[in-house]
């Protein structure tokens, strides 16, 4: 499945099923070379592919050749997926039995697991597609955290707030950096900083899926002649939908998440199914359109 990263429609959809390919870990890089196959024949160019951090399709996009203009298509990996190890990996860098307090967990970092995954977040944004910036800034973080702030970004609070300080433990002890300092160094944000410079998401594709559940319930098992049709009348709902107009929008907050987003969330437009009657009109032209049709079936009296 591809979408457009501006209007965010289905651009192209490539099923594979088992006849095609047996194994199920293999479908998603089968379906991508399908897909790609169509994009070079319909001359169509991808700038960019932003998907989940798969290995194989990894490799995939960087193998692939340049087009005829010399451009080349480059590869993104998603953000959130990026950063979702952070938190539970740093944990054990924060906590953990008293023997190894100062060998492979430290105490002043006990207050650092969020606000360290969110520094990787504006890393990402503010590299400006420099993997060796962002690795640069990434590096900078226990500096930060040691109340030293002569390489944070110019926009960060600890520039821009005469009356910022510091509101986590600063670091004092040297075991401590040198454990935050090898801890990123392994993150696969920081291994792989290239696949992040663009700070790319995967937000609507995850959107789509819960829109196909409508018509594709996973809990059935469909044929194959079932299974694309229903997927078309899920890809026509979505392209009709897809960014609709808000109404309002409400926010909440909780004590115990208080790094929740305030933006709140949003109330759409009611949903609208034009695309049903353009099928409807495109069905009875068609029949129209044909002769010396059979006659329709009649009841027995």
């Known amino acids: 499945m591809a979408l457009?990263?501006?209007?965010?429609?289905?651009?192209?959809?490539?099923?594979?099923?088992?006849?095609?390919?047996?194994?199920?870990?293999?479908?998603?890089?089968?379906?991508?070379?399908?897909?790609?196959?169509?994009?070079?024949?319909?001359?169509?160019?991808?700038?960019?592919?932003?998907?989940?951090?798969?290995?194989?399709?990894?490799?995939?996009?960087?193998?692939?050749?340049?087009?005829?203009?010399?451009?080349?298509?480059?590869?993104?990996?998603?953000?959130?997926?990026?950063?979702?190890?952070?938190?539970?990996?740093?944990?054990?860098?924060?906590s953990g039995p008293k023997k190894y307090h100062g060998k492979t967990w430290h105490n002043q970092l006990q207050d650092k697991g969020a606000a360290v995954k969110t520094h990787f977040y504006y890393s990402m944004k503010r590299c400006e597609g420099e993997a060796d910036d962002m690795r640069?800034?990434?590096?900078?973080?226990?500096?930060?955290?040691?109340?030293?702030?002569?390489?944070?970004?110019?926009?960060?609070?600890?520039?821009?707030?005469?009356?910022?300080?510091?509101?986590?433990?600063?670091?004092?002890?040297?075991?401590?950096?040198?454990?935050?300092?090898?801890?990123?160094?392994?993150?696969?944000?920081?291994?792989?900083?290239?696949?992040?410079?663009?700070?790319?998401?995967?937000?609507?594709?995850?959107?789509f899926n819960n829109c196909c559940l409508q018509y594709v319930d996973k809990r059935i098992v469909f044929g194959d002649r079932s299974y694309l049709t229903r997927m078309g009348l899920a890809i026509l709902d979505w392209n009709e939908n897809v960014d609709r107009e808000e109404t309002s929008r409400y926010g909440r907050r909780t004590v115990a998440n208080q790094r929740q987003q305030v933006g709140g969330k949003r109330n759409l437009k009611e949903k609208t199914y034009q695309f049903v009657s353009k099928i409807r009109k495109s069905f009875l032209a068609t029949v129209q359109s044909r002769e010396n049709l059979p006659d329709a079936p009649r009841r027995n009296p």
């Open 4 to 94: 457009g990263q501006t209007n965010h429609h289905v651009l192209a959809y490539q099923p594979v099923t088992k006849a095609e390919e047996r194994s199920s870990q293999k479908h998603e890089k089968y379906g991508t070379e399908k897909m790609y196959r169509q994009f070079d024949q319909q001359g169509i160019k991808i700038l960019d592919h932003a998907h989940d951090s798969n290995s194989s399709i990894n490799r995939m996009i960087k193998d692939r050749p340049a087009y005829d203009d010399g451009t080349k298509t480059t590869n993104s990996n998603d953000s959130w997926h990026g950063n979702k190890p952070i938190t539970p990996n740093f944990k054990k860098i924060s």
């Open 136 to 207: 640069k800034s990434l590096l900078y973080i226990p500096e930060h955290y040691q109340n030293r702030h002569a390489n944070c970004h110019k926009e960060s609070r600890c520039w821009t707030d005469n009356n910022y300080r510091p509101s986590r433990i600063i670091l004092k002890d040297p075991v401590a950096v040198e454990i935050l300092e090898k801890f990123i160094k392994e993150q696969r944000v920081y291994k792989n900083a290239e696949d992040y410079v663009l700070c790319k998401d995967t937000l609507y594709v995850e959107s």
